[in-house]
C-alpha cells in the first residue's frame, strides 16, 4: 500500500489507483538521479574550495616539508660558504705568501662550471627561481671547494722545499751580541784604513777580540782561509742564490768544503786584513749582488739591539 496513491473518480465517485506509465516514471528516476549528482558535485566543491582535498592536503603537506628541507639546504649551504671563504682567507693571506707561492685570482676561484642551459630542468616550476640559485650556489662551491684542494696539495708539497729552505738562508746574527753596529752598507768616501772612496758592502758588527762567530743558515763552505782585505775570511754558499762571507776573523774553525747548518761554530772575531780595530765583517749576497744583512735578522735580537738596528736601518735606507 504504502507508495500507492488513489484519486477520486467523477463519473462514479470511485477512488481508484493512479497509474503512472512506466516512461514518466523513468523521467522522475532521472530527473531525481541528476538532481542528486548535482548536489553531490556542488556540495563536493564547496567542501573542496573550503577545506581542500585529502589529495591536496597531501600536496600541500609535501610542498611545506620541501620548503623546510631547502630551508634547511640554504643554510648548510651559507655555513659552507663561509667555511670555505675562511680557507680561502688563509689559503691567500697566509700560506701562500709564507710559501713565497703566487696567489690564485679569484677569477679561476669563481670560474663558472656550464652555461645557462645547465639549469634549464628547474625552469617552470613554482620555486624556480630558488632552486636555481641553489643549483648555482651548489656548483659554486664544489668548483671553488677543488680549486682550493689543488692548491692545498700544491702548499704540502712546497712546505717542505719551504722549510729547507728556510733552514739554508741566512736569517740569524752572526754573533750572540751585538756590541755595537759599525759601518753598514753604504758608500764610504774615506775607508778607515786605505783613506780612499770605495763601497762597503755588508755590516760591520764591533766585537771583542775572539767573539764566537755563527754560521747564520745552513750550507757549504766554499772558502775558508787567507783572502786579501777581507784577511781571515769564510764564504758559506746557502744555495737558493745565497752566500755569506765572515771577515777579519782571527781563527777559523771549519774547512773548505764541509757542511754547516745554521749556529755552528766557524770562526772568532779579530782584525786581520785591512781592518782598524776588532770587528766583523759580515756579507750577503744574492745572486752576486749584496744586500743589507740587516733586513735578514730574524727575532734573534735583545730589545736594545733590535732598536740600535732600525736606528741603523733608518740611515742606511736611502742605500738600499
Ligand atoms: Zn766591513
Known amino acids: ?24 516514471k523513468l523521467v522522475r528516476v ?11 558535485i556542488l556540495y563536493s566543491s564547496l567542501f ?3 577545506f581542500g582535498s585529502p589529495k591536496e592536503k597531501v600536496l600541500n603537506q609535501q610542498i611545506e616539508s620541501l620548503r623546510l628541507r631547502y630551508s ?9 660558504d663561509k667555511m670555505l671563504a675562511g680557507l680561502e682567507s688563509s689559503d691567500g693571506n697566509i700560506y701562500r705568501p709564507i710559501l713565497d707561492m703566487d696567489s690564485i685570482p679569484a677569477s679561476i676561484r669563481r670560474m663558472g662550471t656550464g652555461g645557462v642551459k645547465k639549469y634549464e630542468e628547474y625552469e617552470g616550476f613554482h620555486n624556480s627561481f630558488m632552486m636555481i640559485s641553489f643549483a648555482r650556489k651548489v656548483d659554486e662551491i664544489r668548483n671553488r671547494t677543488n680549486v682550493q684542494e689543488e692548491s692545498f696539495r700544491a702548499i704540502l708539497e712546497r712546505k717542505d722545499e719551504w722549510i729547507r729552505e728556510m733552514e739554508h738562508l741566512p736569517m740569524i746574527s752572526p754573533v750572540n751580541v751585538i756590541y755595537r753596529l759599525g759601518d753598514g752598507v753604504k758608500f764610504r ?12 758592502h755588508g755590516q760591520d758588527i764591533c766585537a771583542p777580540y ?14 775558508a782561509g787567507w783572502d786579501g782585505g777581507f784577511g781571515n775570511c769564510i764564504v758559506i754558499d746557502h ?4 752566500q755569506s762571507t765572515y771577515g777579519h776573523l782571527s781563527h777559523i774553525k771549519i774547512s773548505e768544503g ?52 732600525i736606528k741603523a736601518l733608518t740611515a742606511q735606507a736611502k742605500y738600499r
Not at 192 to 197: D, K
Open 48 to 50: 573542496n574550495s573550503m
Open 210 to 223: 775572539g767573539t764566537e762567530v755563527y754560521a747564520t743558515g745552513s750550507g757549504r763552505v766554499i772558502r
Open 239 to 242: 744555495g737558493y742564490g745565497y
Open 72 to 80: 634547511l639546504l640554504g643554510r648548510t649551504i651559507d655555513r659552507s
Open 258 to 309: 764541509m757542511d754547516v747548518k745554521r749556529g755552528d761554530l766557524i770562526g772568532l772575531t779579530g782584525s786581520s786584513g785591512t781592518s782598524s780595530g776588532p770587528h766583523l765583517h759580515y756579507q750577503i749576497d744574492l745572486f752576486g749582488k749584496f744586500k743589507n744583512p740587516l733586513y735578514y735578522f730574524n727575532n734573534d735580537l735583545t730589545e736594545a739591539e733590535y732598536f740600535e738596528m
Open 30 to 40: 532521472s530527473l531525481f538521479f541528476a538532481i542528486s549528482v548535482g548536489f553531490t
Open 189 to 200: 768616501e774615506v775607508h778607515p784604513v786605505l783613506g780612499t772612496p770605495q763601497w762597503h
Open 1 to 24: 500500500m504504502l507508495g500507492r496513491r488513489y484519486f477520486l473518480d467523477p463519473t462514479d465517485l470511485q477512488f481508484k489507483r493512479v497509474r503512472v506509465h512506466w516512461k514518466d
